[in-house]
């Protein structure tokens, strides 16, 4: 079966850390491009940041600087490394993954295999 299970998620005061981690199986990792995406309460779902098969990455500009991703192909693992976390990063957080997507685009509709979703709450 194809599954993506993300772990990591928590509460975290606000300036903290937090790092995600999603392991993919059921599909051949590394021909994918792997993305976090995040749903805020009452707020549409969005693309956070991205990591192609080369490595190449791609973030959200709310999320640059602060946020990591990367990847272990040897695992089928992604991960979101988040630091300097704020109350607006409250989300659930979920992995996807798409063989069609570049990434330069962050766009849900693009990705076909999703996670469950890991929750994040940040406090001040």
């Known amino acids: 079966d194809v599954q993506l299970v993300e772990s990591g998620g928590g509460s975290v005061q606000a300036g903290g850390s937090l790092t995600l981690s999603c392991t993919a199986s059921?599909?051949?990792?590394?021909?994918?491009?792997m993305g976090w995406f995040r749903r805020a309460p009452g707020k549409e779902r969005e693309g956070v940041a991205a990591?192609?098969?080369?490595?190449?990455?791609n973030y959200a500009d709310s999320v640059k600087g602060r946020f990591l991703i990367s990847q272990d192909k040897g695992k089928n693992t992604v991960s979101l490394q988040m630091n300097n976390l704020k109350p607006e990063d409250t989300a659930m957080y979920y992995c996807?993954?798409?063989?069609?997507?570049?990434?330069?685009?962050?766009?849900?509709?693009?990705?076909?295999?999703w996670g469950q979703g890991t929750q994040v709450t940040v406090f001040s």
């Open positions: 996807a993954a798409s063989r069609t997507v570049v990434v330069w685009d962050l766009s849900e509709s693009e990705y076909a295999l």
């Open positions: 059921g599909f051949t990792y590394s021909s994918y491009c």
């Open positions: 990591i192609d098969s080369d490595g190449k990455t």
